[in-house]
């Protein structure tokens, strides 16, 4: 028996980081679903300790280009987003934040916009200055987004053999998948 197609398994088998972007503006709609995908992710206690600040003027994308030290090609992009969350929130901020940043990954690359996360967690206070952020959020990452400059090898990743990261039952027990 053939297994059913599932589009959510075949983005993340897919989904490759984008570093070089086509200067194509990004279809209609586009950045709503990418914001909507972050906003509709699962949060712990659903406290939702966020915010996402959608960045799509040139000078503003050429801004986090020079504020990003591991992501200067965001200004090459067509979009991006700024992801903040509350510095007062629990333990779970980062992982939540984390999340929806996942989330709006694979919208993007399931439209076929790539797209890379870009800083973390450390060093990108002027990110939070340039772009409005109170004092009362840290900004996790900056996000690009637009349609790769070259074509990828779609679903060519270099990973271990699954039978080394996933166990059957117990850690060391081979996974008969």
Do not use: C
């Amino acid at each position: 028996m053939k297994p059913m197609a599932n589009a959510a398994f075949e983005a993340v088998r897919t989904v490759l980081a984008v570093r070089e972007f086509d200067p194509r503006p990004l279809p209609e709609g586009l950045l709503d679903r990418i914001a909507e995908s972050a906003h509709l992710t699962a949060s712990a206690s659903n406290l939702q300790p966020w915010h996402f600040v959608v960045v799509h003027g040139r000078d503003q994308l050429q801004e986090l280009g020079r504020l990003v030290r591991t992501g200067p090609y965001t200004a090459n992009a067509a979009a991006a987003v700024v992801v903040a969350y509350e510095k007062k929130s629990d333990s779970f901020a980062i992982s939540d934040a984390s999340r929806a940043i996942q989330s709006m990954i694979l919208t993007a690359w399931a439209e076929g916009v790539g797209s890379n996360w870009t800083g973390f967690a450390g060093g990108l206070d002027g990110v939070r200055q340039a772009f409005g952020l109170p004092d009362s959020y840290d900004v996790l990452a900056v996000v690009p987004f637009g349609y790769p400059k070259r074509k990828l090898g779609l679903g060519r990743k270099n990973r271990k053999p699954i039978g080394e990261v996933v166990s059957d039952e117990k850690f060391g027990t081979p996974w008969k998948g």
